[in-house]
């Protein structure tokens, strides 16, 4: 069995772990740069900084507290795409330099994939063919996988992200960044079918997402509110939020799922957290006799131990990167 050690720094958080190539996680240390809550988004420079200040030592206390030592390593995994670009580029630059001085393979992994691959932390048995919706802070997209390096891209979003979605209608609320986690807790209880804002690119046969005109409706209905109202109603106002959210990525997912008549669903990306996604897409898939898999929570947001599950397929296949090796910022899931 062999040891893979992982890095993410896309965006706002720096990520250390340590896995093998059984999928078993012996450390996933995270750290989150709150820093950005303040200005309401992540600012890419502050990130990038806070990544550099952090990375060398978060290595360390990971290496400390799996108890092991570089000699126990054998490759060296790190997401080079998509994300914030310098953000990317200190786990890139950190990555190759400790590759080259250790003299270990070194695996480049695209960040989405990492988020699909979460799923195998928990259950390594999981293969291809799939149905994959990879829903995140930056990212909308639905997967048809055939094979592990075989897939088509069926939809994806034509403007905001889901989880985009979550944290501009949550700024728009006052609740603070990030978002989605905050509306997901206080919709609990909440009356969902309070408002019914619209569900966009609703047509039959488009599998394309859209959240910009969804949130021009929510601006437009809490102007014609008092504060008193919305305040009174904050519960039912985040849940009929979050179920139009969920219901477009569910019904666009489970339509997509029957045409292609696949049996087998992979949610994932920092949306996959959200317990209403979570409860519907698996309630809807059960009827039809399919089987949805989500990452456990702790593995929901951006973490490195997705980003070694990505690679054992790749140290299977000796698909090493070279030592001149970029990150690039390009969108969505792609091959590497
Ligand atoms: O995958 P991720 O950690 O970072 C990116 O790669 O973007 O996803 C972060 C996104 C944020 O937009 C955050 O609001 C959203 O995931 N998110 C959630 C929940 N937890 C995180 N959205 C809805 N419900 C949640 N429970
Ligand atoms: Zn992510």
């Not at 069926?154 to 728009?172: C, I, M, P, Q, S």
């Not at 619209?198 to 601006?219: Q, Y």
């Not at 973490?303 to 000796?318: S, T």
Request: hydrophobic residues 45%; charged residues 20%; proline residues 4%.
């Amino acid at each position: 069995m062999n040891k893979i050690l992982a890095f993410e720094t896309s965006c706002d958080d720096t990520s250390v772990a340590v896995i093998d190539t059984d999928y078993h996680v012996y450390v996933n240390l995270i750290s989150s740069q709150v820093t950005h809550a303040d200005f309401g988004g992540v600012v890419p420079e502050l990130a990038s900084r806070l990544h550099l200040k952090n990375i060398m030592q978060l290595t360390k206390a990971a290496m400390d507290k799996a108890q092991l030592s570089f000699d126990d390593i054998d490759a060296i995994a790190v997401s080079v795409n998509p994300g914030l670009i310098g953000a990317l580029l200190v786990g890139v630059s950190f990555a190759k330099s400790l590759a080259y001085s250790l003299d270990k393979p070194l695996i480049a992994v695209n960040h989405m994939l990492g988020h699909i691959y979460a799923n195998r932390l928990s259950h390594p048995e999981m293969m291809p063919p799939y149905l994959a919706l990879v829903v995140s802070g930056g990212h909308t997209e639905l997967v048809h996988f055939k094979g592990n390096e075989d897939f088509d891209i069926a939809g994806r979003t034509r403007d905001d992200a889901a989880g985009e979605a979550f944290d501009k209608v949550a700024k728009l609320l006052g609740l603070g960044y990030p978002g989605g986690p905050l509306v997901d807790r206080i919709a609990k209880g909440g009356d969902s079918h309070f408002v019914e804002f619209p569900r966009a690119l609703n047509r039959k046969g488009n599998f394309d997402f859209s959240f910009s005109g969804f949130k021009t409706s929510v601006r437009n209905y809490l102007a014609k509110q008092n504060s008193a109202f919305i305040e009174a109603h904050l519960p039912d106002i985040t849940a009929s939020v979050q179920k139009a959210i969920v219901d477009s990525l569910v019904s666009k997912t489970i339509a997509y799922a029957r045409m292609i008549e696949i049996d087998t669903i992979i949610v994932a990306g920092g949306v996959s957290a959200n317990s209403c996604l979570r409860s519907e897409m698996t309630s809807r898939a059960k009827r039809l006799g399919i089987e949805v898999f989500f990452p456990e929570m702790q593995y929901c947001m951006d973490n490195a131990a997705m980003i070694g599950a990505a690679a054992v397929d790749k140290w299977h296949r000796k698909k090493f990167a070279p030592l001149d090796l970029n990150a690039f910022s390009t969108k969505g899931v792609r091959r590497i």
